[in-house]
């Protein structure tokens, strides 16, 4: 396992570094929504901003980014493996295409939060600007992830079957952004609490905000958000498993 | 090494139910190559796919190094290496050596082992120089090899090569074949599907032909091309001959051809091998150039047991 894991972390930095515009590019892009962001928020406000607002504006963002990506990597990595002709060889691997799939999800995220992180803090440290950070907050990040790959594995499995995911992705891409920055927990209509408990995203999002502004969150949340999480993931992998098996049954693996 | 038995591939299209596939049963043992052929839809690529556990028979086995695909496919494809048709098999955007340590490594081989074994490889088809160069930058016959490399990494006891050779030029063709050659020699069990019957004829050692989704021959190499082969003789002389002793043949037993007046074909009755030397006796003192039996090539057999009539 870890072999595969070095070996998908290779592959992921290799094909990184050696197209460094690409890199270069997405670094620029960042750079230049949080100094939006940070700048923006000062002018519209008329005064310098920081502390509590900020982080959750900031990390709102950062955590539909990542959430984005995470979602979005998993569908692009099926439809381009079958349209370069590789995927029907890595369905030959000895491993479960599920576990394969995870382990470059993984490898695919973490090159794209570290340098997203590096321009954060760069930006901080340019800008003098402090954020309110509780390291309680790894924990609902990690779970808004894990959600983010359930809800990729789903697109996934719509790719392994059809392949083109193109549309799919933009609707899933604005129902994300609906879901994370709507505030849904806080509306008081029980259409919304429902949607709020079982929707992807929502809970976790909300457990990140509150632990981020108070440090803590009530239990029910803590509990809401795992909950979430596990089903999200779960329904993913079984979702996953199953469209592997029907691909295989159709003879459309290699299909494009 | 490779079993494959009773195997049965349906598919559901708009128009109904197709038959891909039906009741193909074939073995490859060690250092054997099997030549699987076959016109366009008639079951190699669904079958092959099968083979590798790529696509899944409605019925029927595939069992490799004694183990059954279906119920221990994660151990089974640690057995099988393979080049399909279609596909890129590699990375475009990695270098040929981080191709290979990539899929190594997915292959469960040690980093270390892995470098030893890709830089074996690559010296085995002579890419060394290349192992630096992105895939995309490779000609089409260095990029078949490196796929070929790939396949190889884990050191597969059956390996399946779908059009190895097709597109290529004569000498990564040649590459292709010596290369296959030897692995034969080595004990990899090789089942090989081409559209290039030469290539079939030269590298097999055993031949199955499908048509309509069913093996309808399977026998030795050797043993189709004497079956197909005429009792007949061509014979070339190097100067004319003249009518006379042209027309003295038409009292022999047998068919006596004459192509041209220095070209004959002589087609004996059955069990008739005397009345050859009477012949060469009436060309006495002309010059012989050949004397040559003919003998089928895999292409006219192809073309007779495909196009032969008969319930499939």
């Not at chain 1, 083109?164 to 919304?192: E, H, T």
């Not at chain 1, 089903?231 to 295989?248: D, E, N, S």
Request: one cysteine or more; hydrophobic letters at 50%; aromatic letters at 8%.
């Amino acid at each position: 396992m870890i072999g595969m894991l070095m070996a998908e972390w290779r592959r992921t930095v290799v094909e990184t570094v050696r197209y460094p515009l690409e890199t270069i590019s997405s670094m620029a892009t960042l750079f230049i929504v949080f100094a939006g962001l940070f700048y923006g928020a000062t002018y519209i406000t008329n005064s310098p901003i920081g502390g509590g607002r900020l982080t959750t504006v900031v990390v709102g963002y950062a955590v539909w980014m990542t959430m984005m990506a995470a979602t979005g990597d998993l569908g692009w990595s099926i439809q381009n493996e079958a349209q370069n002709g590789t995927l029907e060889q890595v369905m030959m691997f000895p491993w479960p295409p599920v576990v394969i799939f995870l382990v470059r999800a993984f490898t695919a995220i973490v090159a794209f939060v570290l340098p997203m992180v590096a321009v954060l803090l760069g930006l901080l440290a340019m800008t003098h600007i402090h954020l309110q950070w509780h390291w309680a907050a790894v924990v609902p990040f990690a779970w808004a992830l894990g959600t983010a790959w359930g809800l990729g594995l789903i697109v996934a499995s719509i790719a392994l079957l059809f392949k083109r995911i193109g549309q799919v992705l933009n609707i899933v891409q604005f129902a994300m952004l609906f879901l994370i920055l709507a505030p849904i927990a806080d509306f008081s209509a029980w259409g919304w609490r429902i949607l709020s408990t079982i929707a992807p995203f929502t809970a976790q999002v909300t457990l990140l905000r509150d632990v981020l502004s108070q440090g803590k969150a009530s239990l029910w949340l803590w509990m809401e958000s795992g909950i979430n999480f596990s089903l999200m993931i779960l329904l993913g992998i079984l979702l996953f498993i199953w469209a592997t098996r029907v691909a295989r049954s159709r003879g459309i693996l290699g299909h494009y | 090494m490779l079993e494959v038995t009773g195997l049965t591939k349906r598919f559901r299209s708009r128009t109904g139910v197709v038959e891909a596939v039906r009741g193909v049963s074939f073995s490859v043992a060690a250092g054997e190559v099997l030549a699987f052929l076959g016109p366009n839809g008639a079951g190699k690529t669904t079958t092959i796919k099968m083979t590798a556990g790529l696509i899944r028979p409605d019925q029927g086995t595939v069992t490799i190094h004694g183990l059954d695909l279906c119920h221990r496919q994660s151990a089974a494809v640690q057995h099988i290496g393979a080049v399909l048709e279609g596909s890129r098999n590699l990375y475009w955007r990695l270098t040929v050596m981080e191709n290979l340590l990539y899929w190594g490594a997915m292959r469960r081989i040690p980093y270390r082992q892995a470098r030893l074994r890709a830089m074996d490889l690559l010296e085995q088809v002579g890419l060394t120089d290349r192992a630096k160069n992105t895939v995309q930058t490779l000609s089409r016959g260095m990029q078949q090899k490196v796929a070929l490399c790939q396949a190889l990494m884990h050191r597969p006891s059956v390996l399946l090569l779908d059009e190895p050779t097709l597109g290529l030029d004569f000498e990564s063709s040649e590459g292709i074949k010596n290369m296959v050659r030897h692995l034969a020699t080595d004990g990899t069990a090789i089942l090989l599907t081409t559209h290039q019957l030469d290539v079939a004829e030269e590298l097999s050692d055993r031949v199955a032909i499908i048509r309509g989704g069913q093996l309808i021959l399977e026998d030795h190499t050797k043993a189709v091309l004497q079956q197909y082969s005429r009792s007949a003789y061509a014979i070339v002389t190097e100067t004319p001959l003249p009518s006379s002793v042209l027309a003295s043949m038409s009292d022999l037993p047998g068919q006596v051809n004459v192509i041209s007046s220095q070209r004959l074909q002589y087609v004996p009755r059955d069990g008739d091998t005397e009345t050859l030397y009477d012949l060469l006796g009436l060309l006495k003192p002309y010059p012989l150039l050949q004397v040559e039996r003919h003998q089928a090539d895999l292409a006219e057999v192809f073309q007779q047991v495909v196009n032969s009539e008969g319930e499939v």
